[in-house]
């Protein structure tokens, strides 16, 4: 291959644009002061918080009350699932589907220890939660279901508004892990029918550190980070405003750009896929039954593992991922892949997520290379194999 790296891993972050960085750099020297400060100076950084805030608004289609910033998805997923639990009667639980990010996972895990989280809601082969599945689970009188918007693994996209319809049935709040989706989906919190919505601005060419929770006008919400008044008490500590102003900025960008940036990267998708399958047999498309994301692709290919094929296309000059990037310094199996098919397919996938910079060249590039990386693992499996189990 080319001695220069491809990157194909932009489900874990994109690289910071430099408008962006640009905005970010002005707005620290100009404003870098406490915007909770009441002097002028801090006036000042007031202004352009609440600025940015209502340019995120905007994007949202929510009210400028409603968007809380935090330090990234992973608060702002925590912030959602445990914060209603806090804030809602003893009793309450919350259920989630089974392919959600570990952020949400992991607030359940806790929230299970006092049997305030319900079972998972299972999901069909391509990913995708069923709604009438979805209300089924629903009958045990949650206080929230989390769903996410778009799997950062698979890149399925779950059919939000007809969940949100069926959750305001019910009565019960439904939030959406949206971290995945705004470079390639819309993202207005009414058409969906959403009540939370988490962002991270360094998944859209923002800087990372960075999110957002919308939390819809009337829902209780208890404040996980103490200290301090900030984001109307919903988040104390003192607000980062270089970040946040390129937050902004980002996600305006990442909106006015997404018509364009979708079909040319559906292309390259379809491009990466059909060139990989033609030139290599016993592969696959994860997911590929379902609406997906336009960047991304997640390939099983058989007789290699997930964690040999990562490191053989690094050493090659390619980047990619094995799951989450949250997840993909660990040799587990992904819990997205598990649950949509029961046998070993999940133990080999690959996900390949593409970014506005890819281009066909690089495209090329990774097909040449991937035959030839798996003949030499696939022959060296079938060596190590009739062996396994002996001394």
């Known amino acids: 291959m080319n001695s220069e790296r491809i990157y194909l891993d932009h489900a874990g972050t994109t690289p910071l644009r430099s408008e962006v960085a640009n905005v970010m750099t002005e707005t620290s020297l100009r404003f870098g002061f406490n915007a909770s400060s009441l002097h002028f100076e801090g006036r000042l950084a007031r202004a352009a918080l609440d600025d940015a805030r209502d ?10 009350t409603e968007v809380v910033f935090t330090s990234g998805g992973t608060e702002s997923n925590n912030l959602a699932i445990l914060g209603v639990v ?8 919350v259920v989630a589907s089974a392919v959600e990010h570990h ?13 305030a989280a319900g079972g998972p809601i ?15 689970t629903l009958g045990s009188q949650p206080v929230c279901a989390s769903v996410m918007y778009a799997n950062n693994e698979v890149g399925t996209v779950q059919p939000i508004p007809a969940l949100a319809e069926i959750a305001r049935t019910h009565r019960v709040l439904l939030h959406t892990d949206a971290v995945a989706a705004p470079a390639w989906l819309p993202i207005d919190v009414v058409e969906l029918g959403v009540d939370m919505l988490s962002l991270s601005a360094h998944k859209f060419g923002g800087p990372e550190g960075v999110g957002v929770l919308y939390v819809r006008e009337g829902v209780p919400l208890h404040p996980l980070m103490l200290g301090g008044g900030q984001e109307a008490g919903r988040r104390a500590g003192t607000e980062n405003i270089a970040g946040i102003a390129g937050l902004a900025l980002a996600l305006e960008l990442a909106a006015a750009e997404r018509a364009r940036t979708v079909a040319r990267a559906v292309a390259l998708r379809d491009r990466l896929e059909s060139g990989v399958k033609a030139a290599a047999p016993g592969v696959s ?16 290919f058989e007789g290699v593992e997930a964690g040999d094929l990562l490191i053989a296309l690094d050493l090659a000059g390619v980047a990619v991922s094995a799951g989450s990037a949250c997840t993909s310094g660990t ?4 819990h997205v892949l598990a ?15 593409l970014g506005t910079t890819t ?31 002996y001394g």
């Open 122 to 136: 299972p999901v069909d082969s391509n990913g995708r939660v069923d709604p009438q599945e979805f209300e089924r």
């Open 55 to 64: 340019r995120v608004a905007r994007i949202l289609g929510a009210k400028r």
């Open 285 to 300: 498309v994860n997911g590929a039954g379902a609406p997906r994301l336009a960047n991304l692709s997640n390939m099983s």
């Open 86 to 93: 806090q804030a809602a009667a003893p009793g309450a639980r």
């Open 103 to 115: 952020s949400v996972r992991a607030a359940l895990e806790r929230l299970r220890e006092r049997s």
């Open 339 to 353: 649950a949509m098919y029961p046998g070993t397919q999940g133990l080999s996938g690959i996900r390949f997520s």
């Open 359 to 389: 281009t066909a060249g690089e495209i090329d590039r990774v097909v040449a290379a991937i035959p030839s990386l798996l003949i030499r693992l696939r022959e060296r499996r079938a060596f190590v194999l009739p062996f396994e189990g």
């Open 331 to 334: 040799l587990e199996p992904s």
